[in-house]
């Protein structure tokens, strides 16, 4: 088509404005786009396989050496598993904060080989996440060898925080880190809208396994919200609401099903949804000490230098929402695990993954510009996986390291100041299963599950252990008045365990002591 001088000159200026103000931004967003499609290469996959296998075997439901290693949640969450082919259900019979699912896929290992099936959920739950994992690093970083350091970290803080397994946090935090990665991408503007399935499905499966998760959830629900009102599009947000409710209903429709039939509606919100964010405290440690526990044990592994890099700016610039969100979640579930008044390591579960992801940012920034400095030198000295580590640690004051040195230090020494204990509670399994009937129920005023596990009795209160979500003093209450009625036909008490003078004299009423030998620590009580 021919044109005259004039709309030659028309369409030229109108070409020259396009270029002004959109063509920068256009070429920016497809070279963006570029950047953050990040693909896994196969040898990272590698990596990433033989970490995940290692971390999962590293489990105590795996490797049944490592199982008096377990502490009193791990334990019990374990026994809760079985006691579900028993035909005692979590949240009605038994006490339990895990997401019904969670304890659905203990079960199934019952009832097939619990090794391998732990194995094997175990894996897959590591392997997720480590691959999600190292799509955010290298979106943030752009550094494939940063990305490796950073996952192999978070293996090793894994390991450290959270080790002999079975943690619920543990088996959600694939479907976080999908939701994560998700929102990264939409924030970024590269996903479309139907995809909000995916993410209402995540959150579901995530819920139903640590309802804890729903922190992550509800701030990101909020985040989206704010996000597409500041950009006017409240429209696709009202279309995103309803795929995120479609995806969440493929989920809760299918267990609600089971959990509607079990007749455990009630008290699974109770228990799950509404007990751990009304009710903080796991342990009676002193708060302020426990406070300053978290908080030394976060920044010494490397999980709270991302905090103050936060405060300084360093996530300025694009994607400032994704960092946002990130760090508010990783600040909430960090206040969470100082408000346990507890010195165990697992309550960092939660906060690892975003605070991981946090210090790496910053630390990036730092690292990259000191790679400048010297990249006269690069061709001498390489550039390898290693220097990121090392910088790691130098940043840390090699902190990490003492840390992982202290904790499995502190494993080993338990484990052999245990030994005596642990040789006591097999004989007495091994006592109780000659005496108990199909029918008989027992208790354990224990911090360990073992005698319940080898014996495979049903307890006779909804609190297995009296250590485990018994701090509140309505649930202490509770288990002392399941334990008044009297439905135990045996009670092993571990002295080392306090009791009220109530069930002492309960005890001292209703049961006789029995003398096992090989016994010295626990007492052994028969009903009369």
Same mark, same amino acid.
């Given at each position: 088509m021919n044109q005259t001088p004039e709309e030659s000159l028309v369409a030229k200026e109108s070409y020259e404005d396009y270029s002004r103000s959109q063509r920068h931004q256009g070429v920016n967003r497809e070279s963006r786009k570029e950047v953050k499609k990040t693909k896994v290469p196969t040898l990272h996959k590698l990596y990433i396989v033989f970490w995940s296998a290692l971390t999962a075997c590293l489990s105590f439901a795996v490797l049944p050496f490592l199982a008096?290693?377990?502490?009193? $949640?791990?334990?019990?969450?374990?026994?809760?598993?079985?006691?579900?082919?028993?035909?005692?259900?979590?949240?009605?019979?038994?006490?339990?904060?895990?997401?019904?699912?969670?304890?659905?896929?203990?079960?199934?290992?019952?009832?097939?080989?619990a090794n391998l099936w732990i194995a094997l959920v175990n894996f897959l739950a590591y392997y997720v996440t480590g691959i999600y994992l190292y799509k955010v690093f290298y979106y943030f970083t752009e550094d494939s060898k940063v990305a490796t350091i950073a996952n192999l970290i978070f293996y090793l803080l894994n390991l450290i925080l959270g080790f002999g397994g079975l943690y619920p946090i543990q088996w959600a935090m694939p479907f976080v880190m999908v939701s994560l990665w998700f929102l990264i991408k939409y924030f970024a503007g590269i996903i479309k809208d139907e995809a909000f399935i995916l993410y209402?499905?995540?959150?579901?499966?995530?819920?139903? $396994?640590?309802?804890?998760?729903?922190?992550?959830?509800?701030?990101?629900?909020?985040?989206?919200?704010?996000?597409?009102?500041?950009?006017?599009?409240?429209?696709?947000?009202?279309?995103?609401?309803?795929?995120?409710?479609?995806?969440?209903?493929?989920?809760?429709y299918t267990s609600g099903y089971f959990i509607l039939n079990l007749q455990i509606l009630s008290p699974y919100i109770s228990q799950a949804v509404i007990y751990p964010f009304t009710y903080f405290a796991v342990g009676s440690q002193n708060l302020w000490l426990s406070i300053l526990f978290h908080l030394l044990v976060a920044l010494a592994s490397g999980l709270l230098l991302g905090f103050f890099g936060f405060f300084r700016g360093a996530f300025k610039g694009e994607d400032k929402v994704s960092k946002f969100l990130i760090f508010l979640v990783a600040f909430i579930y960090?206040?969470?695990?100082?408000?346990?008044?507890?010195?165990?390591?697992?309550?960092?579960?939660?906060?690892?993954?975003?605070?991981?992801?946090?210090?790496?940012?910053?630390?990036?920034?730092?690292?990259?510009?000191?790679l400048a400095k010297t990249s006269h030198r690069r061709k001498?000295?390489?550039?390898?996986?290693?220097?990121?580590?090392?910088?790691?640690?130098?940043?840390?004051?090699?902190?990490?390291?003492?840390?992982?040195?202290?904790?499995?230090?502190?494993?080993?020494?338990?484990?052999?100041?245990?030994?005596s204990e642990n040789a006591e509670r097999s004989t007495i399994a091994t006592y109780l299963t000659s005496q108990l009937g199909s029918e008989d129920k027992i208790y354990v005023w224990d911090d360990s599950a073992k005698i319940y596990f080898e014996t495979q009795a049903q307890t006779s209160a909804q609190f297995a252990l009296p250590t485990v979500n018994t701090v509140k003093k309505s649930n202490a209450k509770l288990l002392e008045d399941d334990l008044l009625?009297?439905?135990? +036909?045996?009670?092993?008490?571990?002295? +080392?365990?306090?009791?009220?003078?109530?069930?002492?004299?309960?005890? +001292?009423?209703?049961?006789?002591?029995?003398?096992? +030998?090989?016994?010295?620590?626990?007492?052994?009580?028969?009903?009369?």
């Open positions: 008096d290693t377990a502490n009193s $949640l791990q334990s019990q969450n374990f026994y809760l598993g079985l006691m579900v082919t028993k035909g005692q259900l979590p949240f009605s019979d038994l006490f339990a904060t895990g997401g019904f699912l969670y304890y659905i896929i203990l079960a199934i290992g019952f009832f097939i080989s209402g499905f995540a959150g579901a499966a995530a819920m139903l $396994l640590e309802p804890r998760t729903l922190i992550f959830w509800g701030i990101s629900f909020i985040t989206i919200g704010i996000y597409n009102i500041s950009q006017k599009h409240v429209a696709r947000g009202f279309y995103q609401l309803l795929c995120i409710i479609l995806g969440t209903i493929l989920v809760f960090l206040v969470i695990a100082c408000l346990s008044q507890d010195f165990r390591l697992y309550h960092l579960l939660t906060l690892l993954p975003f605070g991981l992801i946090l210090t790496v940012m910053s630390l990036n920034t730092s690292y990259q510009r000191s001498k000295t390489g550039r390898g996986a290693s220097q990121f580590l090392s910088y790691f640690l130098r940043k840390h004051l090699y902190l990490p390291i003492l840390v992982l040195i202290l904790s499995f230090g502190h494993l080993t020494y338990v484990s052999l100041m245990g030994l009625q009297v439905d135990s +036909e045996f009670v092993v008490v571990n002295p +080392e365990i306090p009791m009220s003078d109530v069930l002492k004299n309960s005890l +001292e009423a209703n049961y006789d002591k029995v003398s096992v +030998e090989g016994v010295s620590t626990f007492k052994i009580y028969q009903k009369k």
